[in-house]
């Protein structure tokens, strides 16, 4: 799973893009995981 340290202007074209990706904000920034639909819902839901 590809973990990615984007800026905010990153993670909109991305989600612009509708790929399937998760996003996290952490103190160090906004992480964005490129998850499955199945895997992103188990990860939501714990």
């Known amino acids: 799973m590809a973990v990615l340290?984007?800026?905010g202007a990153?993670?909109?074209k991305?989600?612009?893009r509708g790929?399937?990706?998760w996003i996290?904000?952490?103190?160090?920034?906004?992480?964005v995981l490129?998850?499955?639909v199945?895997?992103?819902?188990e990860i939501e839901s714990s």
């Open 38 to 41: 199945s895997k992103r819902q």
């Open 19 to 21: 790929n399937d990706v």
């Open 14 to 16: 991305i989600l612009e």
């Open 5 to 7: 340290r984007l800026d």
């Open 24 to 31: 996290k904000r952490t103190k160090a920034g906004i992480v």
């Open 10 to 12: 990153v993670v909109m």
């Open 34 to 36: 490129e998850v499955s």
